[in-house]
Structure formats: C-alpha cells, structure tokens
C-alpha cells in the first residue's frame, strides 16, 4: 500500500496505490491506482475530482468521476456496461442523495482530522456512509510493515448505510474495516488495515512513510 497526501493553499492531492506482492502477486495479480485532487473546507476534504484504475488477473477497471464544489456529481464515468434502466437508476440515486465525498478522501480525512464525512462516500458502483468506533489502544501482533509499534491505536469502520447505484437493494459484502494506526500528533499514521467481507478477510500494510513539511 502506498499513500501520498499534498496539501497547499487548502487544496490536497492524493496517490493510492494497492499492489500484490510475493507469493500473492503471483496467485492473483492486482495493481489498483486512485488519483484524487480536491479542497479542504473546515476539516472536510471536498473532491473534485477522482480517478480510479485497477488491473488484475481476472478484469481492468476505471472509474472517473467529477464533482461540483458543493459536492454534487459534474460527470460520472466506468468501464461498466450498464442498460437505459440502470443509466434511469443511477441518475435518479444521484439526484435523490446529491452530495458526495469519495472513499479515497474519507479514508485521508480520518488521518488529518479523525472525522467522518458530512457527505455520503460513492466509488462508481456504490453508495455508503462511513462511522468510525475509537479503541483507544490495542496491541499490533503483525510485523510486515517497516513500521513496527506493540501498542498502537485502532478505528472501527463500520457501514450504517449502503446503496447500488445501479442495483435495487444491493448487499454490501464488507462488514467492516479495522484502521490500526500511530497518533502522531499532527495526524495519524496508519500501519494497517484489516478488511473484512462475507466473500473473504484482506490486510493492507504501509511499507514506509516520510514527511515533508
């Protein structure tokens, strides 16, 4: 997992990288790159846009999307083929809700400012809400990560809503994500994610991490 926040003038760009690795790599390749560029309004990141292309062993994917500044979709475009009534469903999904973060600069936003979102999270096939549960401590048993602390700290994210955009009364599959992390004052460093999904559990390690001021 590699993660690059800029921030300027209020205005932030991010690069997120998700890419398979050793034994992993050679299972089931998997390369996943999100691009986003966006402003900072009262400790909210606001996208403005998101781009978002992932390559496997089994599909190439993309998703783009662009925002209004008070959060309202400008254009809305994926590598899905999706029919006139799907097309009718989304439309109607994106007027009935409007206002729209991306998953990308939610997740950041709880680094910066441990926060949840005022807006609904959307990722081109889907619709949620993020709500984060603080532990205060808990105990790091892995050591894959460069970055290695036994007491460290822990955010539960769990998904009190979900909609397709494209499917009525589609199941969302994750159950929640453990967001292990070190408080270093001016934001949190995350070391680790545990995902969990009634399909299958996944763990993401930051390898390294440097900061510029």
Do not use: C
Request: overall charge neutral; proline content about 2%.
């Amino acid at each position: 997992m590699f993660w690059d926040i800029s921030i300027e003038d209020n205005h932030y760009d991010i690069k997120y990288l998700i890419k398979s690795y050793g034994i992993t790599d050679q299972i089931f390749n998997y390369e996943s790159l999100t691009l986003v560029k966006g402003y900072i309004d009262n400790n909210q990141l606001r996208p403005l846009s998101y781009k978002s292309k992932t390559k496997s062993t089994r599909q190439d994917v993309y998703t783009n999307i662009l925002f209004n500044k008070d959060g309202t979709i400008k254009d809305f475009d994926i590598s899905k083929e999706i029919s006139k009534d799907q097309l009718d469903l989304q439309n109607k999904i994106l007027e009935k809700f409007l206002y729209f973060t991306d998953p990308v600069s939610q997740l950041s936003q709880y680094f910066l400012y441990n926060t949840n979102s005022d807006r609904l999270i959307i990722d081109g096939l889907n619709i949620y809400q993020l709500k984060k549960n603080n532990i205060s401590s808990a105990t790091l048993r892995d050591d894959k990560s460069d970055i290695h602390d036994d007491q460290v700290k822990k955010i539960i994210l769990s998904f009190p809503f979900f909609e397709g955009i494209h499917k009525i009364d589609k199941k969302n599959n994750l159950n929640e994500i453990h967001m292990i992390y070190k408080d270093l004052d001016k934001f949190l460093l995350p070391i680790q994610f545990n995902i969990f999904s009634k399909k299958f559990n996944a763990k993401l390690f930051l390898k390294n991490h440097k900061v510029s001021e």
